[in-house]
């Protein structure tokens, strides 16, 4: 059954939620939903009290490293984090309290996917698929996507498709996708792209990007049939938004059956 997905993002040191098609190197471009007066730790804090597991922590660019240190050390091994790991620093993170670490950039240089740093993240964590979720975040073209990397900025050749979801599951144990497009926007999932998600993933997956209310939950679980899971930002009570209750989305995950 879909279950809802926690985050954290971190811009400049601060949780905020952004229009993910305006995170450019140019400051001006950025359009903030929200920033928050309260640390990554009370966040953290938030979900570790009310079981939420699987949420991930997300450093959009730098300056981001003590936020999310500050998280892990809230609740050790309970939460995911990506933006800027290497294999050089994957292991360090899971030493510092994450339960995964999200990989996206690194693996594609130049816009062309790195079968050589794939492995060698691999090998980094000691060849264990359970400490790694790739995140094929995508831009959509024509009724295609691709993933996008750099802050969702730079559109790479590799196509999200049931070839290459085969070719890096091997490799991890989730899959984290956001919907760049949709991204911040509380206009709706991409329903096609989570359909066909379910029906190329054999591993956990989670859709980020569009979501609008608490229905969205229950759109997910009609189109994957159980097997996507969704994130929840902007539109959340505990962002500044309105039409999701973050109360409301515990509630529907305590009706999720253990797996």
Request: proline fraction near 3%; include cysteine.
């Amino acid at each position: 059954m879909t279950r809802f997905r926690p985050c954290i993002d971190l811009h400049a040191g601060q949780v905020k939620q952004i229009v993910g098609g305006t995170l450019t190197n140019t400051e001006s471009d950025l359009k903030v939903n929200h920033v928050s007066n309260s640390p990554s730790s009370c966040f953290a804090r938030l979900y570790r009290e009310n079981e939420l597991r699987g949420g991930h922590v997300i450093m959009l660019g730098p300056g981001n490293e003590p936020a999310a240190k500050e998280a892990l050390a809230e609740w050790r091994g309970g939460l995911q984090i990506g933006g800027g790991i290497t294999e050089e620093t994957a292991l360090q993170w899971i030493e510092w309290g994450a339960e995964k670490v999200i990989m996206t950039s690194y693996l594609f240089p130049d816009g062309r996917l790195s079968r050589e740093r794939l492995n060698l993240v691999f090998t980094a964590l000691g060849n264990n698929r359970d400490k790694l979720v790739i995140d094929l975040s995508c831009r959509r073209k024509d009724r295609r996507w691709f993933v996008a990397t750099n802050k969702w900025q730079t559109v790479t050749d590799t196509e999200v498709n049931r070839e290459s979801i085969h070719l890096f599951e091997p490799y991890c144990s989730e899959f984290l996708i956001h919907a760049a497009d949709n991204e911040g926007l509380q206009r709706g999932i991409d329903h096609e792209l989570v359909s066909r998600l379910s029906e190329w993933c054999s591993i956990p997956v989670t859709y980020a990007g569009g979501a609008a209310s608490l229905d969205d939950l229950n759109t997910v679980q009609q189109l994957s049939h159980g097997k996507v899971d969704l994130t929840i930002g902007s539109a959340l009570d505990i962002f500044g938004g309105t039409a999701a209750k973050f109360e409301d989305c515990v509630s529907w995950n305590k009706q999720v059956p253990e797996p």
